[in-house]
């Protein structure tokens, strides 16, 4: 193996730069070595300027989402030696603006997460010294979406996303469906409009990309297909029953 | 909501290509997949025709198969089957991400989700066959 590689990384700086550039950076070829670890290596010995989000090193926060080599990845579950021989690309998150180097503007993804109503909601709340029980069936129908970490590369991975900004994307609307599969929760009415909105399920395509990129095995892909038939049956439901016979 | 003092950094966005399904086969198997439906609509119009022409006697039924036997029809409805066996396969595939199907609490695997459509297939296709073959 050899012991360099070069990582190509996109620059740019909002108040210098027209447009984005690459510079190229060679860095130790270590086998236990991410991509996060590179550029850290980077910003710490030979570009301090370089900019881009990290935090846990460990999979779990979802900061470090940026493209290697054309694909949507969390940079520190990316080994440089699976990489070899290089060179590394290193773009930022694609569909969304760059601020600066590898960072980018999460607010319309932020703004899109808060719309799905992704918390518990209750018609009633029980009081405080009781228990909400979950059998683990219970528990299963929703864990899955449930371990959505909010890295985005979801919607870098979804064309539709980056065609349509207006989309809703994948995991806000897998995170919406987390909630609607809770035994707990009671908001799926207050959650059909948004989802069932032509920006929310029906705005996607079904191209699946999100799941394949998904570090988390989320499966948002699986999660839209899924709300598309339960808004279906609402729809049917709404023309079919007498109005006001379905709650509300 | 829009914050009229709110801090609006400056930005780049860069334009998505027009060709940007080209080049990534997951991508271009999507448009692929979606184009298959215009293949799809092909052959129903073809069963159109076809019932027409049987509607009107023999001569008209023949001249049909005339113009069916033409190389460039011949051609077309080559690539048809293709896309048609492509969608349908695609199709199949996708019903188990479309269907959480959840027996004893638990969720049944893609396989067997998918599995009963394949054999109706299978079946329903047979069927034609035997009908069309029997002479």
């Given at each position: 193996m050899a012991n360099r590689i070069t990582l190509q990384v996109q620059r740019y700086h909002?108040?210098?730069?027209q447009e984005p550039w690459f510079e190229s950076y060679e860095v130790p070829l270590r086998k236990e070595w991410v991509v996060l670890d590179a550029l850290n290596y980077i910003k710490d010995?030979?570009?301090?300027?370089l900019t881009f989000r990290w935090s846990?090193?460990?999979?779990?926060?979802?900061?470090?989402?940026m493209m290697v080599n054309g694909v949507p990845k969390l940079a520190c579950a990316t080994f440089l030696a699976d990489c070899a021989p290089g060179p590394i690309r290193v773009e930022p998150l694609k569909n969304f603006p760059v601020?600066?180097?590898?960072?980018?503007?999460t607010s319309d993804f932020l703004v899109k997460l808060g719309e799905a109503k992704p918390w518990i909601i209750r018609k009633t709340e029980k009081p405080l010294n009781e228990e909400y029980f979950q059998t683990p069936d219970q528990v299963d129908a929703y864990k899955q979406f449930s371990m959505?970490?909010?890295?985005m590369l979801c919607y870098a991975a979804c064309p539709v996303y980056g065609l349509d900004p207006l989309f809703m994307g994948p995991a806000a609307i897998a995170l919406a469906q987390r909630y609607n599969m809770d035994?707990?929760?009671?908001?799926a009415q207050q959650r059909l409009d948004i989802l069932s909105h032509s920006e929310g399920?029906?705005?996607?395509?079904?191209?699946?990309e999100c799941t394949q990129v998904c570090p988390k095995k989320v499966d948002p892909a699986g999660a839209i297909q899924q709300y598309k038939l339960t808004a279906s049956i609402e729809w049917v439901k709404s023309l079919v029953l007498p109005r006001g016979a379905s709650p509300r | 909501m829009i914050n009229p003092t709110e801090y609006v950094p400056k930005s780049f966005r860069r334009r998505v290509s027009?060709?940007?399904?080209?080049?990534t086969w997951a991508y271009l198997k999507f448009i692929l997949r979606e184009a298959s439906s215009i293949f799809v609509a092909w052959i129903v119009v073809v069963m159109l025709l076809q019932i027409r022409a049987l509607k009107h006697g023999p001569a008209a039924y023949a001249a049909f198969e005339k113009w069916l036997a033409n190389p460039f029809i011949l051609a077309l409805n080559a690539i048809s089957f293709f896309f048609l066996v492509f969608h349908a396969v695609t199709w199949f595939n996708l019903a188990p991400k479309a269907m959480a199907v959840r027996m004893r609490g638990k969720r049944l695997p893609a396989a067997a989700v998918a599995a009963p459509n394949y054999v109706a297939w299978v079946m329903v296709s047979a069927v034609v066959a035997w009908i069309l073959l029997r002479g």
């Amino acid at each position: 193996m050899a012991n360099r590689i070069t990582l190509q990384v996109q620059r740019y700086h909002p108040q210098r730069d027209q447009e984005p550039w690459f510079e190229s950076y060679e860095v130790p070829l270590r086998k236990e070595w991410v991509v996060l670890d590179a550029l850290n290596y980077i910003k710490d010995h030979v570009d301090g300027s370089l900019t881009f989000r990290w935090s846990c090193r460990m999979g779990v926060c979802g900061s470090c989402g940026m493209m290697v080599n054309g694909v949507p990845k969390l940079a520190c579950a990316t080994f440089l030696a699976d990489c070899a021989p290089g060179p590394i690309r290193v773009e930022p998150l694609k569909n969304f603006p760059v601020l600066r180097d590898v960072v980018v503007d999460t607010s319309d993804f932020l703004v899109k997460l808060g719309e799905a109503k992704p918390w518990i909601i209750r018609k009633t709340e029980k009081p405080l010294n009781e228990e909400y029980f979950q059998t683990p069936d219970q528990v299963d129908a929703y864990k899955q979406f449930s371990m959505c970490i909010n890295c985005m590369l979801c919607y870098a991975a979804c064309p539709v996303y980056g065609l349509d900004p207006l989309f809703m994307g994948p995991a806000a609307i897998a995170l919406a469906q987390r909630y609607n599969m809770d035994s707990r929760d009671e908001g799926a009415q207050q959650r059909l409009d948004i989802l069932s909105h032509s920006e929310g399920i029906w705005g996607c395509t079904f191209v699946g990309e999100c799941t394949q990129v998904c570090p988390k095995k989320v499966d948002p892909a699986g999660a839209i297909q899924q709300y598309k038939l339960t808004a279906s049956i609402e729809w049917v439901k709404s023309l079919v029953l007498p109005r006001g016979a379905s709650p509300r | 909501m829009i914050n009229p003092t709110e801090y609006v950094p400056k930005s780049f966005r860069r334009r998505v290509s027009t060709f940007w399904w080209i080049g990534t086969w997951a991508y271009l198997k999507f448009i692929l997949r979606e184009a298959s439906s215009i293949f799809v609509a092909w052959i129903v119009v073809v069963m159109l025709l076809q019932i027409r022409a049987l509607k009107h006697g023999p001569a008209a039924y023949a001249a049909f198969e005339k113009w069916l036997a033409n190389p460039f029809i011949l051609a077309l409805n080559a690539i048809s089957f293709f896309f048609l066996v492509f969608h349908a396969v695609t199709w199949f595939n996708l019903a188990p991400k479309a269907m959480a199907v959840r027996m004893r609490g638990k969720r049944l695997p893609a396989a067997a989700v998918a599995a009963p459509n394949y054999v109706a297939w299978v079946m329903v296709s047979a069927v034609v066959a035997w009908i069309l073959l029997r002479g």
